[in-house]
């Protein structure tokens, strides 16, 4: 056990680690900038300090919030709470450059950064940062037990207090604690231990009296009477709760002596008990993941620096490392969306597996409806060879197991993790140059590069107004005003490479059509059509102006 220190008053001073504390207060409030020192660090305080203060922190061990200074001129106040012992610092950001230069400030200072948005009001951030750490204080190594909410305590006290043999349930009936007993225990009670849940025959017969369902529907105390032929004794269950979202249910038999008067009251304080040590797990199970999740994410985005993500997933930061996106393509087109959901979840479930198994320190997250995974620690030679070799399991587990089209982007190795988000970028292009492929799985930036080429050239042309052709702005408004399909057919006849047979194919129209089509639109225009570069030019025009229609 641990030795707490105690302040002169003598109150435990109890920290809690920087990445307890960044789960507690969320992704919505703050964005992680840079953690020299790593997230296991110990935050003991919360204060504030505005750039009127001459010093950063008071104490070791501070979280401090730096108010009234943004950007660049937050700068002195983080090297000084740096200096006086602070582990972490919060600052409001500006401009990009802004935050290049409190980052590296905060790395040089070895203190954590983070970048509080823009919206947030610091009364907020303090209270639920301050909520934590008062949380970690009630927590210390001597009622851990206690205050994290152990079922088996829980099942102790209640079969103190009914005088029973006490089991708790998740709503599948898989026992999840119980009692120690040297009381006589019923055959039930024996196999749903030894089982971890109750035997078939009598849960059939829980679910035909309704016991199940009663235990369900709310607070109730239910009870079972007593089956000799089955040898199973009397008992009493209470269903467990989360507002009206079942959680499980808590059991008690009857040992050598009835159940107690105070048996339901004591029953129901235990199910509200468990009801939020219940939550409390679950939110602890996915507070870690969700914490690694916004640690790549901050790394695609450039919003952290790569040794500090590298630190907390053991990496090294030096060393090869990809990014690879998938998405789901649903196979009907207005599919439903809560079923698409679940695909993409259980999908994210697959990659995970995959991806773990294939490398310890790799991290996945979901932005939007693509799910990214970053494999560091990858070998020099064989990188991309490897990362498609796994990619391509997982494609295939997802057509055996969810049925489901999956469409991968495999970025190129980049050789350090500071360059991950490059590789991120990358694998989006070329995953966006796929959406015109269905029929491709997987793909890397050397099977599609000419469709990026090209859509990186139409984004250059969508943004800048500059570089667009009234010419064929005037053909299109010529469409719009005598309904004729002259743009349509200009587009069709150039991507056939001047095929007309092929292009009149394509539109289903006579060929002498289409030459007409195409004499007429040179005559609105005036382009030379016999000149490569005013081809290549409408070409590209038209392709924009198909893509802002789709879009």
Excluded at 277 to 302: S, Y
Excluded at 304 to 322: F, H, M, R, T
Excluded at 466 to 482: G, P, S, V
């Amino acid at each position: 056990m641990r030795e707490v220190e105690v302040d002169a008053a003598g109150v435990a001073v109890v920290g809690v680690p920087l990445r307890q504390l960044l789960i507690a207060v969320g992704e919505p409030l703050v964005d992680v900038l840079a953690a020299p020192r790593g997230f296991d660090v110990e935050v003991r305080d919360v204060v504030i300090v505005d750039p009127e203060e001459e010093s950063g922190s008071g104490r070791s061990g501070d979280f401090v919030l730096v108010i009234g200074a943004r950007g660049r001129a937050a700068v002195r106040l983080v090297r000084a709470a740096a200096r006086e012992g602070a582990v972490a610092v919060a600052v409001k950001v500006g401009a990009e450059t802004d935050v290049r230069v409190l980052r590296d400030t905060a790395i040089d200072s070895g203190i954590a950064l983070l970048g509080v948005r823009p919206e947030v009001r610091w009364e907020r951030l303090e209270s639920f940062a301050r909520s934590a750490i008062d949380n970690a204080r009630l927590t210390t190594d001597a009622d851990v037990g206690e205050a994290l909410g152990d079922l088996f305590s829980l099942a102790q006290t209640v079969a103190a207090m009914t005088d029973g043999i006490v089991s708790i349930e998740d709503t599948a009936s898989r026992v999840l604690a119980y009692s120690r007993s040297d009381d006589e225990v019923d055959e039930l009670r024996r196999l749903s231990i030894l089982g971890r849940q109750g035997p078939e025959p009598y849960l059939a017969m829980l679910r035909e009296w309704g016991v199940y369902q009663r235990l369900r529907a709310g607070e109730d105390v239910v009870r079972i009477d007593e089956r000799p032929d089955l040898g199973i004794r009397r008992r009493m269950a209470v269903g467990i709760h989360a507002g009206t979202q079942p959680l499980g249910s808590i059991w008690v038999q009857e040992g050598s002596r009835p159940l107690s008067e105070r048996s339901e009251r004591a029953l129901l304080g235990a199910a509200r008990v468990a009801a939020l040590q219940l939550v409390r797990q679950r939110t602890e199970a996915t507070a870690g993941p969700r914490f690694r999740e916004n640690l790549l994410t901050g790394l695609l985005d450039g919003r952290i620096d790569a040794q500090s993500v590298a630190d907390n997933i053991g990496a090294d930061a030096a060393k090869p490392a990809v990014v690879v996106v998938f998405t789901l393509r649903p196979s009907e087109p207005n599919a439903d969306r809560s079923e698409l959901e679940l695909q993409r979840a259980e999908m994210t479930s697959l990659i995970s597996v995959h991806a773990s198994a294939y490398r310890r320190s790799a991290l996945v997250t979901t932005i939007g409806s693509r799910v990214y995974v970053l494999l560091p620690d990858l070998p020099e030679r064989s990188a991309v060879a490897s990362t498609l070799s796994l990619t391509r399991e997982i494609v295939a587990a997802a057509k055996q197991h969810l049925r489901a089209r999956v469409q991968v982007g495999v970025g190129s190795e980049v050789r350090t993790l500071d360059e991950a988000a490059e590789s991120r970028n990358e694998a989006d292009r070329v995953l966006d140059a796929m959406t015109h492929d269905l029929h491709a799985e997987i793909a890397t930036i050397s099977d599609v590069r000419a469709q990026v080429v090209v859509s990186e050239l139409l984004t250059v042309l969508q943004g800048n107004e500059r570089f667009r052709d009234a010419r064929l702005t005037l053909l299109q408004e010529h469409d719009a005003e005598h309904g004729t399909g002259l743009a349509r057919s200009l587009l069709a006849y150039l991507e056939a490479f001047g095929d007309v047979r092929a292009a009149s194919d394509r539109l289903h129209v006579h060929p002498n059509t289409l030459r007409y089509r195409v004499r007429r639109a040179g005559e609105i225009t005036g382009i030379d059509l016999s000149n490569p570069a005013e081809r290549l030019n409408a070409h590209l025009q038209l392709l924009l102006t198909r893509r802002t229609r789709r879009s």
